[in-house]
């Protein structure tokens, strides 16, 4: 049982130490918390039996530096919206672009003809 927590607190630190430096770092807490509650399990019960490993120690290092990592990138990142006039332009000329595109197809000219649409029979 101590081993499972052991390995599920390092996959979850590693997971945490991972998404801290992408760009989406605030999803790092939720894989740090379940690594301090794995690691907290796994070290509970490896005091149960005597011997602590560094492994789960080394465990909470890892959370910790995830955690402080994502700390500094929420505090310290600013977002900043860019001016949207040049999109908006250019979106109003690809628009203007299509509809006149559209209004130079003469779609009145073409016949559909009818009887050929009757002959198909979709029976198997």
Do not use: C, H, R, W
């Not at 779609?107 to 198997?124: A, V």
């Amino acid at each position: 049982m101590k081993k499972l927590f052991t390995i599920l607190a390092i996959i979850a630190s590693v997971l945490a130490i991972i998404l801290s430096v992408l760009p989406v770092s605030n999803l790092a807490i939720i894989p740090a918390i379940a690594a301090l509650i794995f690691g907290l399990i796994a070290f509970y019960l490896s005091k149960k039996s005597g011997q602590v490993k560094k492994i789960i120690q080394f465990t909470f290092l890892l959370t910790s530096i995830a955690l402080v990592i994502t700390t500094y990138k929420a505090i310290f990142t600013v977002t900043e919206v860019a001016n949207t006039d040049v999109l908006e332009a250019t979106e109003t000329k690809l628009e203007e672009d299509a509809i006149e595109e559209l209004d130079g197809l003469e779609i009145d000219d073409i016949e559909i003809d009818d009887t050929d649409l009757e002959d198909i029979s979709f029976e198997e």
